[in-house]
């Protein structure tokens, strides 16, 4: 092992999932908890309510059979809970939620939705496309924030399942008319959530539309791999596979440039606890990170507790990370359970273009043209990490 490996991480990977095979750079040996064979994986459908308008939501269990269990509800795409053991063996939710749909309906911040026409920030509501200027909503200070007053994390979205011997999986499609939250075309979306046997989620990502409009979606949810019940977050640890971010002005949105992490409070290129240097960036980390790679699957973080030893490792197609520290929770959000969320109650690691992306040429682009089919994926696979110092 190399010197940068052995920076306080002797580590060994305890799995019920596939490997999180990349650790500091270090590839990890891995060993099955169990040989015996495992149940094969389930998805199950019961009723989460009915909306103010009158439309049913439906939630939706999937099962790995291994060890975790993600539940789905289709208001606003939500992933409402996600349990995972513990090296203990203890099963916790490690994502902040609510426990009914009247709380969902009601405006949150954006706990474990499906974000979109544009995850993230617009600059003043406003961008130009084609020769053509379009006005959206500001409902984040002066800025457009996640698709806007109703955008996909309010929308019903249609369901189906489907089960594989390794996997199951459920599909969920939306479309937005032309003119939704002032965006252009007739968009049709499809998300499909699907969960393997070795306790990897992957959310697989397709839209396509009959006129240039800008997309960026995301799952915003929020994790605590103690659980969601437990408090801040600041000793849980993180890597980012990230040698700059995105810096932003004093209403989170772009420069237009780019900043090394080098000498920074954001050089998460080794593993550091949340906490470590949070005081340093007010009111905390929500910075897209621009990932190594720029095509194809790539590693984007490894996060994990060291209480109880669960993991988790992000892999994405995508061309940034948006890592958020729950910096604006107050304790006025009762979640599950009637716990009070707190500011650092649980961090989001957002896979997703950059910020103000319609209005800054230098990033890649967001616009989906109707030639095209936006396409993208990101896999979060659940472990556990057994360290040494």
């Not at 997309?215 to 600041?234: E, M, P, Q, R």
């Not at 980012?240 to 900043?259: C, E, H, K, M, N």
């Not at 973080?301 to 520290?325: C, H, I, K, N």
Request: proline share 6%; aromatic share 10%.
């Amino acid at each position: 092992m190399n010197g940068r490996c052995s920076r306080n991480l002797i580590a060994r990977l305890l799995v019920f999932t596939l490997p999180l095979s990349i650790l500091c750079g270090c590839y990890m040996n891995s060993r099955a908890l169990s040989q015996s064979p495992r149940p094969s994986p389930t998805v199950t459908k019961e009723s989460f309510g009915i909306t103010k308008s009158g439309i049913p939501v439906d939630q939706y269990i999937l099962s790995s059979g291994s060890g975790v269990t993600a539940s789905i509800i289709t208001y606003g795409g939500i992933i409402r809970s996600l349990t995972a053991p513990g090296r203990d063996g203890r099963v916790e939710d490690i994502v902040l939620g609510y426990d009914s749909l009247g709380q969902y309906e009601a405006r949150h911040p954006y706990f474990g939705t499906i974000t979109g026409r544009f995850a993230n920030r617009i600059a003043k509501g406003s961008f130009s496309l084609d020769g053509k200027t379009y006005t959206l909503a500001t409902n984040n200070g002066p800025n457009h924030l996640h698709g806007g007053i109703n955008g996909f994390d309010r929308a019903v979205w249609k369901a189906e399942s489907s089960a594989k011997p390794d996997s199951v999986s459920l599909q969920l499609s939306h479309v937005s008319p032309d003119g939704d939250e002032g965006y252009p075309g007739t968009l049709d979306v499809t998300v499909t959530y699907t969960l393997f046997s070795n306790n990897t989620l992957r959310i697989d990502y397709s839209a396509t539309t009959d006129k240039a409009t800008p997309i960026n979606l995301t799952s915003h949810s929020y994790f605590n791999l103690k659980g969601h019940a437990s408090g801040d977050v600041l000793n849980q640890k993180i890597q980012i596979y990230a040698r700059s971010i995105v810096p932003v002005d004093g209403t989170l949105i772009p420069t237009g440039d780019l900043q090394s992490v080098d000498g920074t409070p954001f050089d998460f290129r080794n593993p550091e606890a949340i906490g470590s240097r949070i005081s340093q960036v007010e009111p905390g980390y929500d910075h897209t990170f621009v990932l190594q790679d720029s095509a194809g699957l790539k590693k984007a973080a490894l996060a994990w507790d060291p209480d109880s030893g669960r993991a988790l490792e992000v892999v994405t197609s995508q061309p940034g990370l948006q890592f958020y520290t729950g910096n604006f929770l107050d304790g006025s959000e009762k979640g599950k359970d009637g716990t009070a969320y707190n500011k650092y109650s649980g961090f989001c690691l957002e896979t997703q273009h950059f910020p103000d992306s319609p209005n800054q040429r230098s990033f890649p682009s967001t616009i989906l043209r109707p030639s095209d089919t936006y396409q993208h994926s990101t896999l979060f696979k659940f472990g556990i990490l057994d360290y040494g110092n």
